[in-house]
Nanobody, 124 residues
């Protein structure tokens, strides 16, 4: 049973930075990937970035995420991070981590394990 637990969200001001964490437990397939998504009220879940769970540090970013978002991994801690810089009010959303078979998966339906999400609210 795979479980994913996000943390690090909160209320921040525009221009701030945040580091979100996702701790994975259970039997996560070594060749799989962990990705970050976000969902704002009334909008579809949006892919941000993904990284291989183990082995090489291959990453995949949505075009809209390049520049302000950085995904990284700490294997001993079984944790994947999402660094968000220069936060904007438009970044307000629930941020989720999820597990997929490939780092190139970008659609939510390709991900089969999900965390509960962490709320990020950016005030102007």
């Amino acid at each position: 049973q795979v479980q994913l637990q996000e943390s690090g969200g909160g209320l921040v001001q525009a221009g701030d930075s945040l580091l979100l964490s996702c701790v994975g437990s259970g039997r996560i397939i070594s060749s799989s990937a962990l990705g970050w998504f976000r969902q704002a009220p009334g909008k579809e879940r949006e892919f941000i970035a993904a990284i291989k769970w183990s082995g090489g540090r291959t990453t995949n970013y949505a075009d809209s995420a390049k520049g302000r978002f950085t995904i990284s991994r700490d294997n001993p801690k079984r944790t994947v991070y999402l660094q968000i810089n220069s936060l904007e009010p438009e970044d307000t959303a629930v941020y989720y981590c999820a597990n997929a078979g490939s780092v190139w998966a970008v659609s939510a339906h390709e991900y089969y394990h999900w965390g509960q999400g962490t709320q990020v609210t950016v005030s102007s």
